[in-house]
């Protein structure tokens, strides 16, 4: 019963997908990709993506969503600057960890945004997610923020956005979606791995 639930729903969520979802889902991924490298067209890719997915979660009643999509478009502009205008003396703008403070830092940032995005929801808006909504747009926008600063962190955070991601997006009937952030979860651990490494080697250099 549960198996033909799960089929009956992937094969409406197919039919029902927009040539605009596909073109979002495409660049979406590609946008993934290219961060695990450190390539700077993880930003274009990732532009297109996000204002594509604004529509989307505006038709969908994503509301937190489609802002998070909105902050996304303009971290991107600041993340391409970031990554292309490394400080003096130095060829490119190194993967590092992020020292306790960051740590506080971002924990409060999360928190603090998933309280008033829970209380603009509920009160402001008709969503019928307004907690799970909240949940991935506090910890994707953490883990956009830490992307731009090129710390590891930003996969623990992706992880997290991704994971709870699927079954909202699946709830909501966009399948192809769904299964994007599926795909999304697997990149990011790939990312969280290839960025450890990354800073372990920019942390020899440096000694």
């Known amino acids: 019963m549960e198996f033909q639930f799960l089929y009956d729903g992937i094969r409406e969520g197919l039919a029902a997908m927009t040539w605009l979802e596909a ?6 991924i590609a946008s993934v990709v290219y961060s695990m490298r450190e390539h700077i067209w993880v ?17 969908y009643k994503l509301y937190a969503d489609m802002g998070i999509n909105a902050y996304y478009f303009s971290m ?5 600057y970031v990554w292309t205008h490394p400080k003096e003396g130095k060829a490119e703008l190194p993967v590092t960890w992020l020292k306790p403070s960051g740590w506080a830092v971002s924990l409060g940032i999360f928190v603090l945004s998933y309280v008033v995005l829970v209380y603009v929801l509920v009160n402001f808006t008709d969503s019928d997610v307004p ?33 709870v991601a699927v079954p909202l997006y699946f709830y909501k009937g966009l399948i192809l979606t769904s ?8 990149l990011a651990i790939i990312g969280l791995i290839a960025w450890t490494k990354s800073a372990r080697r920019h942390e020899i250099y440096a000694l």
Do not use: H, R
């Open 131 to 163: 907690y799970w909504d909240s949940f991935t747009t506090a910890s994707a926008f953490v883990g956009m923020w830490l992307m731009a600063k090129k710390k590891v962190e930003n996969w623990i955070f992706w992880i997290l956005t991704d994971l």
């Open 43 to 59: 930003y274009p890719t990732g532009i297109i993506s996000t204002l594509i997915y604004v529509w989307i979660c505006l038709q």
């Open 179 to 186: 299964f994007q952030y599926l795909f999304f979860t697997i």
């Open 23 to 28: 073109i979002a889902v495409f660049f979406g």
């Open 76 to 80: 991107s502009i600041f993340g391409w």
